[in-house]
């Protein structure tokens, strides 16, 4: 069984920030990017939280990632945008851009941003938060490199490219009211939790990958040497194209086989790119209108009568931030080794495992 510790958020945050600062990223990227990094654990999707700091930290230090990257933010129109991330932290990056979108989404209600020469950015999650925190609508998305064949091939051209749609709830609606934030890759599982089946030397259900021969396969390592399968067949497939169409093609970013795949290439550049489109609703409806509206909205999804009494109805997001808030009251559970190799880091020692 696998030994695990509690750690506080403040900590972690330090942790992770000196962890990524020690492996040469300037101290406003290395911060941006620990915020997002622990988000995501304090949302329980722990293979996108500090686990990413190994990679991260190892990337900066073959050049893959560039520690001294001059993000710059290029206004094309009111409320259009574009980030050159000079292939830098990809949650800087993102961040970069989410705070650009929100400026330019409170002067006109609306905003389109687009990234590129970006790299992995963590979770999508994370980000949808922040924004529901202003009161905005997101819908986001990122490429990434190639892991799904277009549905009818035998050749991984896709990249399992998440997508993101939220949506804030008003504060009048209660403290323990979530924002609906849907999170989802296009896959049937995603490639991170294959590596941890093969981290921790176990199988993978039926359905969720192929091997090289395209054959179904329970071995995660076969599965990570083949192909992911997308969810609905040429659904999932064709929405994987659209989202890089948006994150790729329109920011003038690399995409589908031209991404450069981190684990084959850790010391090159990804030129990842990532999109985010930013609503202001009290501006499109009228702040009451729309507070009225997504309260009953979410309130007619969570009344449903269950299939099982013991597990109520709930809208998407909403158990990431029922997570989110019990780590910040009792802290966030992690792998002790895991957090002795970040302790390592951020002390300057100690080489980073992330694969």
Not at 242 to 261: E, M, Y
Request: glycine share 12%; hydrophobic share 45%; net charge neutral.
């Amino acid at each position: 069984m696998t030994k695990t510790v509690t750690v506080e958020r403040a900590r972690l945050l330090h942790l992770a920030e000196a962890a990524l600062t020690a492996a040469g990223a300037a101290p406003r990227h290395a911060a941006l990017s620990a915020d997002i990094l622990v988000e995501g654990d304090l949302m329980g999707i722990g293979t996108h939280g500090v686990l990413r700091v190994l990679l991260y930290s190892e990337r900066l230090r073959l050049g893959g990632i560039k520690a001294g990257a001059d993000i710059k933010v290029e206004r094309k129109a009111p409320s259009l945008a574009l980030v050159d991330g000079d292939d830098g932290l990809g949650p800087a990056v993102a961040m970069t851009a989410l705070d650009a979108g929100c400026e330019m989404a409170a002067e006109s209600g609306l905003a389109y941003v687009g990234c590129r020469n970006s790299n992995h950015l963590g979770a999508l999650a994370p980000y949808a938060l922040k924004a529901c925190e202003r009161g905005l609508v997101l819908i986001s998305g990122t490429n990434a490199s190639t892991t799904i064949a277009p549905w009818g091939g035998r050749e991984a051209r896709l990249g399992n490219n998440p997508l993101s749609i939220a949506a804030p709830r008003p504060a009048s609606a209660g403290p323990d009211a979530p924002h609906f934030i849907l999170d989802m890759a296009m896959s049937v599982a995603a490639r991170g939790k294959i590596r941890k089946a093969r981290d921790e030397g176990a199988g993978i259900p039926e359905g969720w990958a192929v091997d090289a021969a395209g054959k179904p396969t329970t071995d995660p390592v076969a599965a990570l040497e083949g192909f992911l399968l997308p969810f609905g067949g040429h659904k999932g497939s064709g929405l994987s194209q659209a989202v890089d169409l948006l994150s790729g093609v329109l920011s003038g970013a690399r995409f589908l086989t031209d991404i450069s795949p981190w684990t084959d290439y850790p010391e090159r550049p990804c030129g990842t790119g990532h999109f985010f489109l930013l609503l202001d609703p009290a501006r499109l409806l009228g702040k009451e209108a729309y507070e009225a509206a997504v309260t009953r909205f979410c309130r007619l999804i969570r009344e449903t009568p269950p299939a099982d009494p013991a597990q109520p109805v709930q809208i998407p997001g909403e158990r990431e931030q029922l997570r989110r808030a019990e780590a910040l009251d009792k802290g966030i559970v992690l792998p002790a080794d895991l957090l002795a190799k970040i302790e390592a880091l951020a002390k300057g020692r100690g080489t980073p495992s992330p694969r």
